[in-house]
């Protein structure tokens, strides 16, 4: 994957030689071939569509194999009708297209979205179609091989190189490739299980995946201690691991930073106030919110990106056992507020808490996000189907929301009614850590906003989304590794309202 090169080519189609051609087509697209196209290649095409055989149908592939001339194969792909292409359309049909070829030995893929004017350029140019074809392509094609013996069933590891071939020279290829390989990561990092994954490996491979122009800090549980984190060491006394807070700076730009604040428990088996054994497995991917960040903290690494962002994430692990924190416990955070445990399970938001109010009183950050597994309600409210936002700030609310639909790792916002707060409402201390089943996924981003004070702030539960039982179209069930994309385009949003 590494070693796969990404290049954008104004040249004519023509004078380019590939292993596969894939060329997207709609149900009502009129067959003219561009000037760039070779004859030969267009006459192939107009036959398979006169022959009935492809009918340029949603989501339909249909390989031509030529073995002779510029492109060995071509790959026709279709996209239904002109006016209901989108972007997410198309990133699923680069996913069905790049599954498709699989079995093939391909080194080299050309991508041409205007050699048919085969779409309506005015919703979506040539050049991005291409772009989101190839971004869905790369996203089915992750695999975790790390424990399994058996043979590949396929030949990706042999793909080198991918031209988008198109009207313009598109500036983006190279952070395509990187936010790929930045969702890649978030993903190895999920799905390795808390055996491996403990805090101190979390730590190791967060240093790792950046380059010397990030500066990390990893905070041992004496040093956690002394920071005055309680809520967060509350949580990992029942293990044997020790936690680690992981601490990272880039700073590609002058001025306040935008903090990411991601939850890692490693494995969460609710402590105490244990949790049913059916799907337990599961729970080694509390940690996503961790995963985004890190992922996001290596893409900006290697983009050389000219932002300011501080990642705080705490890490351990939450297990029952002789030491481990008990329901009825009154615990102070670092914030001064005591918070009394009601359910050892409600851990994240007592990380959160203590990593928030470090990340804010550290950094003096602009804002402030945190990215976390943090409520079966979120799972239970939206499915797989979207991250559950609350915040503080309209500004940051409408930015998330156009970051999530332009990678449709959407967002929905909830909202943090004032109510809210009489459901945590200590008895015997300021707060408490569990309000109850009922409005679970609000009042737990109620319990986070306690401790932001007046810092802009923003809360995504990501729950729901991390993790999918079954497969989509470009992303095998499992990690998701979002948050990655979600949170890249975000800051790259950013990036344009400032100097550059
Ligand atoms: N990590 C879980 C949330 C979770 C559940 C994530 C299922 C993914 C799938 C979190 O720590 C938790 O246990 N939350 C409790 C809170 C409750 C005790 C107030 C929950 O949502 O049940
Ligand atoms: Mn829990
Ligand atoms: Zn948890």
């Known amino acids: 994957m590494t070693k796969l090169k990404i290049i954008s080519s104004r040249e004519r189609l023509t004078q380019a030689k590939a292993d596969l051609l894939i060329v997207p087509l709609c149900e009502d697209t009129a067959l003219t071939q561009h000037p760039d196209g070779d004859a030969d290649i267009g006459k192939r095409i107009a036959a398979v569509v006169k022959s009935g055989d492809f009918a340029g149908r949603n989501g339909q592939t249909f390989l031509i194999p030529i073995h002779a001339g510029r492109a060995a194969r071509i790959l026709l792909v279709g996209l239904g009708k002109k006016v209901d292409v989108t972007a997410e359309r198309l990133r699923q049909a680069g996913a069905k297209a790049f599954l498709a070829i699989r079995p093939f030995r391909i080194e080299t893929i050309a991508v041409a979205a205007h050699l048919f004017n085969g ?58 490739l990187i936010s ?17 994954l403990t805090p101190a490996a979390l730590a190791v491979a967060a240093r790792g995946a950046v380059g010397k122009n990030v500066s990390v800090r990893i905070l041992d549980k004496k040093t956690i201690a002394r920071e005055g984190m309680r809520a967060f060491l509350a949580v990992a006394q029942g293990s044997q691991h020790e936690p680690k807070l992981i601490v990272m700076e880039y700073k590609g730009a002058q001025g306040a930073p935008t903090a990411l604040v991601g939850k890692a428990v490693t494995f969460d088996s609710g402590g105490i106030s244990l949790k049913p054994s059916d ?31 501080v990642a705080v994430i705490p890490a351990c692990e939450n297990l029952p056992g002789g030491a481990a924190f008990r329901p009825g416990d009154v615990i102070k955070s670092r914030s001064g507020k005591t918070i009394e445990i009601i359910s050892t399970d409600a851990e994240g938001r007592l990380m959160l808490a203590d990593a928030l109010d470090y990340a804010i009183k550290h950094f003096k950050p602009r804002e402030v996000i945190d990215i976390a597994t943090l409520t079966g309600a979120c799972s239970i409210a939206f499915g797989h189907a979207a991250i559950a936002l609350m915040s503080t700030s309209p500004d940051l609310v409408g930015r998330l929301k156009l970051a999530g639909d332009a990678t449709y790792e959407r967002v929905w916002e909830m909202p943090l009614f004032e109510e809210f707060r009489e459901y945590i409402k200590g008895d015997v201390s300021d707060i408490k850590n569990a309000g109850g089943r009922k409005g679970s996924l609000i009042s737990a981003g109620s319990f986070l906003r306690e401790f932001v004070g007046d810092t802009p702030w923003a809360h995504l539960d990501i729950a729901g989304t991390a993790w999918i039982d079954k497969d989509k179209p470009y992303f095998s069930k499992g990690a998701t590794g979002v948050g990655v994309r979600l949170l890249l385009e975000l800051l790259r949003d950013r990036r344009g309202k400032g100097k550059e």
Do not use: C, W
């Open 119 to 176: 779409m309506d350029r005015e919703r979506i140019g040539f050049d991005s179609a291409s772009f989101y074809l190839v971004e869905g392509g790369l996203l089915a094609r992750y695999r975790f091989r790390k424990y399994r013996h058996e043979e590949q069933d396929d030949q990706e590891s042999n793909l080198q190189e991918i031209t988008i071939f198109g009207e313009e020279v598109l500036a983006d290829v190279q952070r395509l």
């Open 180 to 196: 790929i390989q930045a969702n890649a990561l978030a993903r190895d990092l999920v799905l390795t299980p808390a055996n491996e």
């Open 279 to 309: 799907g337990m497995e599961k729970m080694k991917y509390d940690m996503a919110g961790a995963a985004a960040v890190i992922g996001v903290m290596q893409a900006l690494s290697r983009l050389k990106a000219k932002q300011h962002v």
